[in-house]
């Protein structure tokens, strides 16, 4: 493959999330799908109408065979994750001829994998980009910005509320289980965890979590069994250089104006954003246009709040459910396979924000603080 020439994406796992990444390659320059990997046929069929020019192959082995691939794009069940990216890096460092993998999250679901994926990728010559979504929507993108300009002085208290919609039905429901995506602290809250490691620049230390499955779910059964999955949660995670940062999980408030509410608090002022959820869920026929995202920046001194709105491209809204920010990540991918920049969210990256869910999860479960360095969590 020329620099800065077309690049060609292989695509493991088509179901919804699969989908909304070959919506958002295909609104690149030099970027092109070709190949579609799945064993199902009906996410094979939606994803090839998206692609209809794609070759569609029914798993990673036909894939690694294929000569038509500089890129691939892991959208699989969370469960398989390490054992695909094991056996990509695997054959793929074999073959002398490693490609770029954006995977996505949450990179494990077990403890145990962390050091298999540390070991494995340590050698691996090629970029591995895990999909932390929320990272480059616009409005967070614009907090991040103005807390690493200095808006809030030093840093000291964050918080992130999301109140969402339960947990949408995915291909034989695997997401309503814990042993399948890690629980929902790690499937969905590993990205709120990455963003919470990036405002405060800090590594987490001790965790403190309460959070029950207390309405969604509950009368569903799956070959006898009954969903495991938390519905809500506060999680209070410590870091390294005394801030500390709160998650109000719920996800049975989909009627919320916005989906995520963040924000940073330091000894000059105090910056948010407001981020409405997926345009294709706001009930336009009654409420009109969906919200537009906000970012408000309130100094100490002088005091007087200033807010700004943050709108995304109509275009990008319909191509999926991150208020735009797939595509800029995208980019950046892109910009990492030809060279022109470095991996921005790396393997360890996505270790450490499954890690801090895990330790989440196990303090709910276990009623107490976890902290990290003591239970073998932090590296």
């Known amino acids: 493959m020329a620099v800065h020439g077309l690049v060609r994406y292989g695509i493991l796992g088509c179901g919804m999330m699969g989908q909304e990444h070959i919506r958002n390659i295909q609104l690149l320059d030099n970027a092109e799908v070709t190949v579609l990997a799945d064993p199902n046929i009906q996410m094979r069929t939606l994803a090839h109408q998206l692609v209809p020019t794609a070759r569609i192959v029914d798993g990673i082995d036909a894939l690694l065979n294929s000569d038509d691939i500089d890129a691939l794009v892991i959208a699989t069940p969370n469960y398989q994750h390490v054992e695909q990216l094991l056996t990509l890096i695997e054959c793929l460092s074999s073959a002398g001829q490693p490609l770029p993998i954006l995977i996505e999250k949450p990179i494990c679901t077990r403890l145990e994998e962390v050091s298999l994926l540390l070991d494995a990728a340590n050698n691996y010559d090629a970029p591995i980009w895990v999909a932390m ?44 289980f814990n042993r399948k995506t890690g629980g929902t602290l790690v499937e969905k809250c590993c990205h709120f965890f990455d963003l919470m490691r990036l405002m405060t620049e800090a590594n987490a230390v001790r965790v403190y979590a309460s959070g029950s499955q207390a309405v969604n779910h509950l009368d569903e059964t799956y070959d006898g069994e009954t969903p495991d999955i938390l519905d809500n949660a506060f999680v209070t995670v410590e870091f390294d250089n005394g801030a500390r940062a709160n998650l109000e999980l719920c996800m049975f408030a989909e009627g919320a104006t916005y ?68 595509f800029y990540q995208h980019q950046k991918f ?16 996505g270790l450490k924000a499954v890690v801090i869910g895990l330790a989440a999860q196990a303090s709910i479960k276990e009623k107490r603080v976890i902290a990290l360095k003591e239970n073998g969590l932090l590296f």
Request: hydrophobic share 35%; charged share 25%.
């Open 334 to 349: 892109q910009c990492a396979i030809w060279g022109e920049q470095t991996v921005e969210v790396s393997l360890v990256d």
């Open 259 to 326: 989906q995520e509410e963040i924000s940073a608090i330091g000894d000059q002022g105090k910056v948010e954003c407001l981020v409405p959820g997926p345009d294709r869920f706001w009930p336009k026929e009654t409420l009109g246009n969906a919200p537009v995202a906000k970012v408000i920046s309130s100094p100490r001194f002088p005091k007087g709040p200033r807010s700004v709105e943050v709108p995304v491209d109509p275009t990008l809204l319909e191509a999926g459910d991150h208020n735009g920010s797939t």
């Open 133 to 176: 979504e929320y990272r480059y929507m616009p409005p967070v993108s614009q907090l991040l910005s103005l807390i690493r300009q200095g808006e809030i002085g030093r840093g000291h208290l964050f918080s992130i509320r999301e109140h969402r919609f339960p947990f949408l039905e995915k291909v034989n429901d695997w997401n309503r």
